[in-house]
């Protein structure tokens, strides 16, 4: 019993201290400053920002894909260890689950960001046509979040009612987790139920969360454009949520074991285990960046070799190599290395990684649009150049502040590593056994 109380007050949500207040009002304010830049973009106009005929679509649906691609691996690495029984990745589960709804809420929040009229969303619903990918990327975002959502949910039942009791002394929050809880007691009758539950609830988000981001790669891959115009967009899209989820949960894990003092349950092996799979993820994205590339550069078309000349030799070309060789290759290199698996290099390595990963999908986003296939007649110069305002930016930074910060409220009030589940791998005894 003294073993299980121990376990409960460790993984208890704990209250913001002084650092967390203070990380809080940071997200708040970036938060604000982006809300009323958007509502000068609103009451403005498109006009605000650098996107025009050429370059429709900018740095929101970098944004976009980028939130989509980090939503990706959360579940599934929740769903895949749940269904082959992994004991070593019990801890990340809840993590992965987390940045996954915090993030696919901000990529649908991004869309209706990058409307010029998104009081006009509903004709999507309305009038929206089968025969659009946008109409598919909408269904297939919202049932991703709502199956999202369930996995996250049940699993916490059983938390719930054991923070009831925890909290026992304080009414407010015994009585908020009791109603969460839904009257669990932890019969065998219930736990089948939710066993059941979570192991149908895995199997379906699978095909699901691949359906998320091979659907959002369709978007690109169905319009005639040069560098989208390629039927490698699916496993590419895929291939690239794995590498950029899997760096957002090493960062978030090694913040949240500092900061909520975490070490015992979130060792070094986690960090070693997922550096070697972010090797392998690594290397499986290169290969498929070097199939997007090839090809169209062997085939050398007119329209293709404009666009791979800007990112190989021009305007992007810095950045273009920057981000595949200190984000996929210079990774590799670090993490083949045990030493480089250790928390602090992995987390590091893991920013890179994240950081590359949303320049990567900007990357794919502007200079195809700035290369079409009929170039549009007589236009002003500034057409064919495009980077971002200072609205776009201060929006762009108030959507990822804004995911932050449902990260961050989501941990105050949900155990960080699953206390049932962690009590029954460790053989401790829980109160109701003990009676």
């Not at 990380?23 to 006009?47: C, D, E, N």
């Not at 989509?68 to 579940?75: E, F, I, K, R």
């Not at 760096?247 to 986690?270: G, S, W």
């Not at 502040?401 to 989501?410: F, G, K, N, Q, R």
Request: hydrophobic fraction near 50%; charged fraction near 15%.
């Amino acid at each position: 019993m003294q073993k299980y109380n121990q376990l409960v007050k460790d993984l208890a949500p704990q209250k913001f201290g002084i650092k967390g207040k203070i990380w809080v009002s940071f997200l708040v304010i970036v938060l604000l400053a982006a809300l009323y830049a958007y509502y000068q973009q609103l009451t403005k106009g498109l006009i605000v920002t650098d996107m025009r005929d050429y370059a429709l679509w900018g740095v929101y649906i970098s944004n976009f894909v980028f939130f989509v691609a980090v939503s990706l691996v959360g579940s599934l690495i929740s769903a895949v260890l749940t269904l082959t029984k992994q004991k070593w990745s019990i801890p990340l589960t809840r993590i992965a689950e987390i940045i996954a709804i915090a993030s696919v809420i901000m990529a649908g929040l991004t869309i209706i960001i990058d409307m010029g009229r998104p009081d006009r969303l509903w004709h999507i619903f309305v009038y929206g046509r089968v025969q659009s990918p946008i109409v598919w990327d909408v269904l297939v975002i919202s049932t991703y979040l709502f199956i999202s959502a369930l996995l996250i949910y049940f699993p916490l039942l059983p938390d719930f009612a054991i923070l009831k009791k925890y909290y026992k002394e304080s009414s407010k929050e015994s009585k908020w987790y009791g109603k969460l809880s839904l009257n669990w007691t932890g019969s065998e009758k219930q736990k089948h139920i939710l066993h059941s539950s979570i192991k149908y609830l895995a199997v379906l988000i699978i095909p699901v969360a691949f359906g998320v981001h091979t659907v959002t790669s369709w978007l690109f891959a169905t319009t005639f454009r040069p560098g989208w115009d390629s039927t490698n967009f699916g496993p590419y899209f895929v291939a690239g949520a794995f590498v950029a989820g899997t760096a957002a949960v090493i960062m978030i894990t090694y913040i949240l074991r500092k900061t909520h003092n975490l070490k015992e349950y979130l060792p070094d092996e986690i960090f070693d285990k997922l550096g070697k799979l972010l090797v392998l993820l690594c290397l499986v994205y290169v290969y498929f960046n070097v199939n997007e590339y090839l090809i169209p550069a062997y085939k050398n078309t007119t329209e293709e070799s404009a666009h791979l000349y800007s990112l190989f030799f021009g305007n992007y070309a810095i950045l273009f190599w920057s981000v595949i060789f200190f984000s996929f290759i210079f990774p590799v290199i670090v993490l083949i290395f045990p030493k480089g698996r250790k928390p602090l290099p992995m987390f590091i390595i893991g920013f890179m990684v994240l950081v590359g990963s949303w320049w990567k999908r900007y990357i794919i986003v502007t200079p195809t649009l700035l290369h079409p296939f009929l170039p549009i007649q007589d236009v002003d110069k500034s057409w064919h150049e495009y980077f971002p305002t200072l609205i776009e930016w201060t929006i762009t930074f108030g959507t990822l502040a804004a995911a932050l910060l449902i990260i961050t409220v989501l941990v105050r009030y949900l155990p960080i590593v699953p206390i049932y589940e962690t009590a029954i791998e460790n053989n401790i005894e829980t109160e109701k056994k003990s009676e």
